[in-house]
């Protein structure tokens, strides 16, 4: 199996800094693409950040210029940097890794982790 945990959520007043980690382990053969999500209260889930294998990163509109994703594919972790944070920012925060798993799934599947809080107070 493959598990995902993340860490880094907390509270934080708006301008400040959180960083959060995901760490993939188990029986994991490769790695794709590694995304992070949120989902405020009362809201859809909603992409923040993709980073592929090679490094290419795509970011929402919201977070452009404040959030940063990064890989290290040594470690399968992937991190979110976020400045400037806004009391919008507030949510659940998730990632997500597609993963190929030998034995368990030989093929790309979509692991999620079990999502960090993140607020942001004004």
């Known amino acids: 199996q493959v598990q995902l945990v993340e860490s880094g959520g907390g509270s934080v007043q708006a301008g400040g800094s959180l960083r959060l980690s995901c760490a993939a382990s188990g029986s994991i053969f490769s790695i794709n693409a590694m995304n992070w999500y949120r989902q405020a209260p009362g809201k859809q889930r909603e992409l923040v950040a993709t980073v592929t294998s090679g490094g290419s990163t795509n970011y929402a509109d919201p977070v452009k210029g404040r959030f940063t994703i990064s890989r290290d594919n040594a470690k399968n972790t992937v991190y979110l940097q976020m400045n400037s944070l806004k009391p919008e920012d507030t949510a659940v925060y998730y990632c997500?890794?597609?993963?190929?798993?030998?034995?368990?799934?030989?093929?790309?599947?979509?692991?999620w982790g079990q999502g960090t809080q993140v607020t942001v107070s004004s």
């Open positions: 997500s890794a597609v993963v190929v798993s030998i034995p368990t799934r030989p093929y790309p599947y979509d692991y």
